[in-house]
């Protein structure tokens, strides 16, 4: 599975040696690497639905048990919003109209959240704004995958006190591997950014690639079942919690 994520990185960045022409073909809108990015946030968020459905009694979210997993079901809508934003919840597939708000507010006069001018890291002559003069889905959506698949699997390699509270809040363990993936991808954007005339294609292939190894964590989290078991010190953790908190 770790190769395979290497090989779509290595395959998705490769084509950063073609001309722009084909460059900007590929990442344009309703373009390849588009499209199969918002193809896999969609398998993604079925996968974590699956998860959801599959899932066993004493499963844990935010300190409670429940009968389902309930934190695959959120991720399953947190992917399936992404996968909405990535097709503009269909405009161009049904051809409607985005209405004069999205027409007024969109810098790609779409409708989505994600391309609002006050979310846009450009203005509206296509000036780079400086990072303190916007707030980005997109750095709120790095700041996601940073926090659960570098920060926590770091941080419960320090203290098992981690992996309990985690475990107790009912938050799938990520292996530091997949945390490596993801830093890895990150990191060649920002590398290609400082050497290419144009970021927005670049992005758009952190993204797909961003949206396979989603895919590739989902199904080793799911599929393969590798949601970890409560150890003994984090029952001790659920110890403390009112009886009524268990649903």
Known sequence: MIT????????????????EEKIMKLTSEDGLFENIGAGFFLITSIMFFSGFIKSTAG?????RRFSRNYTFLLLALIFFVIFGEEISWGQ??????????????????????HNLK?????????????WWEYFSLSRLFRLFWFIWCITLPVLEKITPRITSIRQSAGIPAVPVSFGLLFLINYSVLKILENNMSRMTEVVEIEECITAVLFFLLAYRLVSVNRYD?????AKEHLSILPENSYR
Do not use: C
């Open 92 to 113: 161009r597939i049904l051809s409607y109209n985005p209405g004069n708000f999205f027409m007024s507010n969109n810098m790609q006069m779409e409708t989505n959240i």
């Open 59 to 63: 499963s844990f979210f935010l300190f």
């Open 118 to 130: 006050i979310f846009h890291a450009l203005d509206e002559n296509q000036t780079r704004k400086e």
């Open 229 to 233: 078991h409560l150890p003994d010190v």
């Open 4 to 19: 395979a994520a290497f090989f779509f990185i290595a395959a998705g960045y490769s084509t950063a040696m073609l001309t």
